[in-house]
């Protein structure tokens, strides 16, 4: 257990992906750590996605980072250091992009090769975004497209075209900063990355903590292209199976079949946020994260309840 002091305002343990503790007036820092097994074949566009992927932990609770360790695992025995050198060589493409440094890291021989990082971040204490602060009300808003885990699974059966291909490494490439400063700007509080539960286990977590339910519109979900297909032809991982196994129970389905669920509960890497805003901003946040390139969408809202996912 984490011990408690006055100064940590927000522990993982709570379900968020990072703690967070108050250092002074008007500021806290924010601090997170992850590591991905390949999902590309390319090594630099792995760093990049593996360095995105775990930085996005501090723009899900408002922060901005400020530096970061590479975090290695790696297979001297089969695999040439110049192959790392371009994993490192793509996460400090993101560093440079998002404005953080990178101060060294830690290695450690493994069968398996991982990378990611452990990043601190900074964030005004009382402009925080937590996945326990969704209100009634508020429009749902979703900032990228899902379906990463299917496509990267059908991708490594050589079964995925190469426009959903690129269409997902885009997406895992992007960072969610510009995401996380629409949401702290149209006056969020709730919001959560969507990572490796899905849509529907990030955003059940959410409601369950804020003690709201939440009504997705399924057709207002934006899918990665080539995703529902897939998905169709059975590319679904794992995880995605077990993700859904355990949010089922807390799923009113509604209309939606098992491949809708399974493309809501889809595992994602480096996927986007889902926040929470006053209908009347909903509009103006998703215009100004599209002209940025962002796949945003509103896909429900928020209501009195206890936790629960209802589809329409």
Same mark, same amino acid.
């Given at each position: 257990?984490?011990?408690?002091?006055?100064?940590?305002?927000?522990?993982?343990?709570?379900?968020?992906?990072?703690?967070?503790?108050?250092?002074?007036?008007?500021?806290?820092?924010?601090?997170?750590?992850?590591?991905?097994?390949?999902?590309?074949?390319?090594?630099?566009?792995?760093?990049?996605?593996?360095?995105?992927?775990?930085?996005?932990?501090?723009?899900?609770?408002?922060?901005?980072?400020?530096?970061?360790?590479?975090?290695?695992?790696?297979?001297?025995?089969?695999?040439?250091?110049?192959?790392?050198?371009?994993?490192?060589?793509?996460?400090?493409?993101?560093?440079?992009?998002?404005?953080?440094?990178?101060?060294?890291?830690?290695?450690?021989?493994?069968?398996?090769?991982?990378?990611?990082?452990?990043?601190?971040?900074?964030?005004?204490?009382?402009?925080?975004?937590?996945?326990?602060?969704?209100?009634?009300?508020?429009?749902?808003?979703?900032?990228?497209?899902?379906?990463?885990?299917?496509?990267?699974?059908?991708?490594?059966?050589?079964?995925?075209?190469?426009?959903?291909?690129?269409?997902? $490494?885009?997406?895992?490439? %992007?960072? +969610?900063? /510009?995401?996380?400063?629409?949401?702290? @700007?149209? *006056? &969020?509080? =709730?919001?959560?990355?969507?990572?490796?539960?899905?849509?529907?286990?990030?955003?059940?977590?959410?409601?369950?903590?804020?003690?709201?339910?939440?009504?997705?519109?399924?057709?207002?979900?934006?899918?990665?292209?080539?995703?529902?297909?897939?998905?169709?032809?059975?590319? $679904?991982?794992?995880?995605? %199976?077990? +993700?859904? /196994?355990?949010?089922?129970?807390?799923? @009113?389905? *509604? &209309?939606? =079949?098992?491949?809708?669920?399974?493309?809501?509960?889809?595992?994602?890497?480096?996927?986007?946020?889902?926040?929470?805003?006053?209908?009347?901003?909903?509009?103006?946040?998703?215009?100004?994260?599209?002209?940025?390139?962002?796949?945003?969408?509103?896909?429900?809202?928020?209501?009195?309840?206890?936790? %629960?996912?209802?589809?329409?």
């Amino acid at each position: 257990m984490t011990a408690r002091h006055p100064d940590l305002i927000v522990s993982a343990e709570t379900g968020d992906d990072a703690a967070v503790w108050r250092v002074g007036d008007g500021r806290a820092l924010v601090a997170t750590a992850d590591f991905i097994t390949p999902v590309v074949d390319d090594a630099r566009t792995w760093g990049k996605v593996a360095a995105v992927n775990s930085v996005s932990d501090v723009y899900a609770m408002g922060g901005r980072p400020l530096f970061a360790l590479n975090l290695v695992c790696w297979n001297s025995a089969e695999l040439p250091a110049a192959l790392l050198a371009e994993v490192l060589d793509g996460a400090a493409e993101v560093a440079a992009e998002c404005g953080y440094v990178t101060v060294g890291g830690h290695t450690v021989d493994d069968p398996e090769p991982k990378f990611g990082l452990s990043v601190v971040g900074e964030a005004h204490p009382d402009r925080l975004l937590r996945n326990d602060r969704l209100r009634p009300g508020e429009a749902l808003i979703l900032t990228k497209a899902l379906g990463t885990g299917i496509i990267s699974t059908a991708a490594k059966a050589g079964e995925a075209g190469e426009d959903a291909v690129c269409a997902m $490494v885009a997406s895992m490439c %992007r960072t +969610n900063a /510009a995401a996380a400063a629409a949401a702290l @700007d149209a *006056g &969020a509080t =709730g919001a959560t990355d969507v990572t490796g539960f899905g849509l529907l286990g990030h955003l059940g977590q959410m409601a369950l903590a804020s003690g709201v339910d939440a009504w997705l519109d399924l057709a207002a979900v934006p899918l990665l292209p080539g995703a529902r297909d897939l998905a169709a032809d059975g590319h $679904v991982p794992g995880g995605t %199976r077990r +993700n859904l /196994a355990w949010i089922r129970d807390r799923v @009113d389905p *509604g &209309a939606a =079949g098992d491949l809708d669920l399974a493309l809501l509960a889809d595992a994602q890497t480096s996927g986007g946020l889902v926040f929470g805003v006053a209908p009347d901003r909903a509009q103006d946040v998703t215009g100004r994260l599209r002209a940025d390139g962002h796949d945003a969408a509103v896909i429900g809202q928020a209501a009195p309840g206890h936790g %629960r996912i209802l589809l329409r």
